[in-house]
């Protein structure tokens, strides 16, 4: 069965970065976009980025780009969101999601709080 | 602010019918179908409805979607207290800048 597994949480300080994976399994990795997808305390979802896991292209939100980076292992099946200059509106749950223009499998989330 | 439009509580005794709204749909750089994802606490989102109201297997029939123009609506009948969760619409705007779009959600209580 589709398994989409994430890493654990993180805790970071304003200025770091972090890296968060989403290792598939049950599948054809090649076959799916992957995407990130945001939720903040108290706010709704939010769109971050997709990956063509056969050709490594990528797209991002436009409020992201420069400061995100998703890429992608394929000897792993597994998909990273870099997030680079962190700052305390980054504190949210990050999901990994399979799909075209819809989700159809989500990771389980990975918490990433960022605190001084 | 999230670009789709939805109400942000619903409540319903057990066993009743509620119905959960989604505006602001918009087909101008998108393929104008809508989603909806049902999120438990401690649990991974699950999906309910894709292609405005195509259920995914293993979904039950007590989850209905619908859409007219630009609004979409999802329907849980017979409620179940396992039915309480936020509730989220989406769709896909085409430009890689925008991608995925999504709804405020929607906190359901079944009282």
């Known amino acids: 069965q589709v398994h989409l597994l994430q890493s654990g949480a993180e805790v970071k300080k304003p200025g770091a970065s972090v890296k968060v994976s989403c290792k598939a399994s049950?599948?054809?990795?090649?076959?799916?976009?992957l995407h990130w997808v945001r939720q903040a305390p108290g706010h709704g979802l939010e769109w971050v980025a997709i990956?063509?896991?056969?050709?490594?292209?990528?797209g991002y939100a436009q409020k992201w780009q420069g400061r995100v980076s998703m890429t992608r292992d394929t000897s792993t099946s597994t998909v990273f969101l870099e997030l680079n200059n962190l700052r305390s509106e980054d504190t949210a749950v990050y999901y990994c999601?399979?799909?075209?223009?819809?989700?159809?499998?989500w990771g389980q989330g990975t918490p990433v709080t960022v605190s001084s | 602010q999230s670009v789709l439009t939805q109400p942000p509580a619903v409540s319903a005794a057990p066993g009743q019918k509620v119905a959960i709204s989604c505006s602001g749909i918009s087909s101008t750089n998108g393929n104008n179908y809508v989603s909806w994802y049902q999120f438990v606490p401690g649990s991974a989102p699950k999906l309910l409805i894709y292609d405005n109201n195509q259920r995914p297997s293993g979904i039950p029939d007590r989850f209905s979607g619908s859409k007219s123009g630009t609004s979409a609506t999802l329907v849980i009948a017979g409620l179940q207290t396992g039915d309480e969760a936020d509730y989220y619409c989406g769709t896909w705007d085409n430009s890689l800048t925008t991608g995925g779009v999504f709804g405020g959600g929607t906190r359901l209580t079944v009282l």
């Open positions: 999601a399979r799909g075209n223009y819809y989700y159809d499998y």
């Open positions: 990956i063509n896991p056969s050709g490594g292209y990528t």
């Open positions: 049950g599948y054809n990795f090649p076959s799916y976009y």
